[in-house]
């Protein structure tokens, strides 16, 4: 079973539809792919609708990426299988995305006082219908000839965490997002939690507060890890009785990792799938469901 846990799509800040996220995965031998668009369950439908047309088995997990803030330093919460209904969680949902639009308008602003001639309405083609992101902003950079990629963005020049045009977004905190994600019948993996190249990572001791605070996972295998640092997080998560994923976290053309590229062993994703309550795997053609 080849099982990736952490994708976007273009309800986010991915550049493939929520459909052909479902279709590529399919294609490039997925077993169980779960879409985890930022802040926004926007996807789910019409990933659902194209498991129907898929001509092997794919099991679809829906979940999200929630931003959140500790002490001053973003994180990312995956949050699987949770009820996408219930109320409480999807405010604060909303609250995130909806400060994403007049936060891009301040990177946009402090850009254009830099000299760089970006503007909404290029941002907002860009984005779509998707919840806007630095992904987004960098993309125009990419256009405008400022920057060759749209990592190259990401540096304290531009667009990385305190950069001279970043600016912050409402957040949760992540003992909130625990709470109200198991409320909701979910289960949390903290997403990339030593991802040193993205910015300021949260120590070990924040990891063990959340852990007892509920946490059920953290994202062990990502390509934002080192080897060593995998080997250390994984060796961290059995001590703090934690669970270990692994997943590639696919933004299409965005980013150049592929889907698959990363993934979770199979008695890892049992043990998330038993944990959930707040919905379940969608199996989809082929009828070969996850476990
Ligand atoms: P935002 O949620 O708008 O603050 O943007 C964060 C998103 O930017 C992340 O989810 C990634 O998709 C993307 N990102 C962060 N660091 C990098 C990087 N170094 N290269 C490319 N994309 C990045
Ligand atoms: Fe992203
Ligand atoms: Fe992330
Ligand atoms: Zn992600």
Known sequence: MRIDLHTHSTASDGTDTPAQLVRNAAAAGLDVVALTDHD??????EAVAALAGLDRGLTLVTGAELSCRLDGVGLHMLAYLF???EPELARERELVRDDRVPRAKAMIGKLRELG????W???????????????????ALVELGVVPTVSDAFTPDWLGDGGRAYAEKHELDPFDAIRLVKAAGGVTV?????????GQVVPESAIAALAAAGLDGIE???????PATRTRLHGLAEDLGLLATGSSDY??????????????????????????????????????AGA
């Open 40 to 45: 926004t369950t926007r996807g789910y439908a």
């Open 83 to 85: 009820d996408p209904d």
């Open 116 to 119: 760089v001639p970006v503007t």
């Open 121 to 139: 309405e290029q941002v907002a083609r860009i984005a779509g219908d998707g919840s806007v992101g630095r992904p987004h902003i960098a993309e």
């Open 190 to 198: 903290f997403a990339h939690p030593a991802a040193v190249k993205r």
């Open 220 to 226: 062990a295998d990502h390509m934002d890890h080192d």
């Open 251 to 288: 933004h299409g053309s965005r980013k150049t990792c592929v889907l698959g590229e990363f993934t979770t062993d199979p008695e890892i994703y049992g043990e998330i799938t038993r944990r959930a309550t707040g919905a379940f795997p969608v199996p989809g053609a082929g009828g070969r």
